[in-house]
């Protein structure tokens, strides 16, 4: 069996498409983790809470149960108000990372904190001393009790007085 050639025309659109195609593609870039990770930070302190959660999923699917992300997306989940969400992540993150824990004081108390959550103050002050707070005590290694008690009552107290000012909205 003898296939004829493409006419030249038909060739032309044949590239012409490819060319297209490529160029098309070449704008989509794969994000890498790290920058989904942070994306999801920075929405999450827009009060973006679908599209930070849509970038930690997407880190969450080139990274598979990374505690970081896992951990989170538990923080972001409650944020948004999703309290159910947030306790069945953080205790993924519990479970599938208890060498993690050890490490940080209190992790008992703070487990069983999530299992009994209620509904928190969703305000803006509350956002900013509890983002300040996790910060502080995050990586645990890094945990000094006494600086860093005196750290969180230095974080605390500078919230409320920007609070006061009208600094934070």
Do not use: C
Request: aromatic share 6%; proline share 7%.
């Amino acid at each position: 069996m003898h296939l004829a050639a493409p006419s030249r025309g038909k060739r032309m659109r044949v590239t012409v498409l490819i060319l297209l195609a490529g160029s098309l593609g070449a704008g989509i870039q794969a994000q890498s983790y790290d920058d989904l990770f942070h994306e999801a930070a920075e929405l999450s302190a827009q009060r973006n809470f679908d599209g930070a959660i849509e970038k930690i999923r997407a880190a969450l699917q080139q990274r598979p149960g990374a505690p970081e992300a896992l951990s989170n997306l538990g923080v972001i989940y409650h944020l948004a108000g999703r309290y159910r969400e947030a306790v069945e992540t953080m205790e993924v993150v519990v479970r599938s990372n208890p060498k993690l824990f050890p490490d940080y004081p209190f992790h008992a108390d703070i487990l069983s904190a999530l299992q009994n959550a209620s509904v928190r103050p969703q305000t803006p002050l509350y956002q900013v001393v509890s983002i300040d707070l996790s910060h502080l005590i995050s990586p645990p290694s890094a945990i000094n009790p006494q600086a860093t008690e005196q750290s969180m009552v230095g974080q605390i107290n500078n919230a409320l007085q920007s609070n006061r000012r009208g600094d934070i909205t």
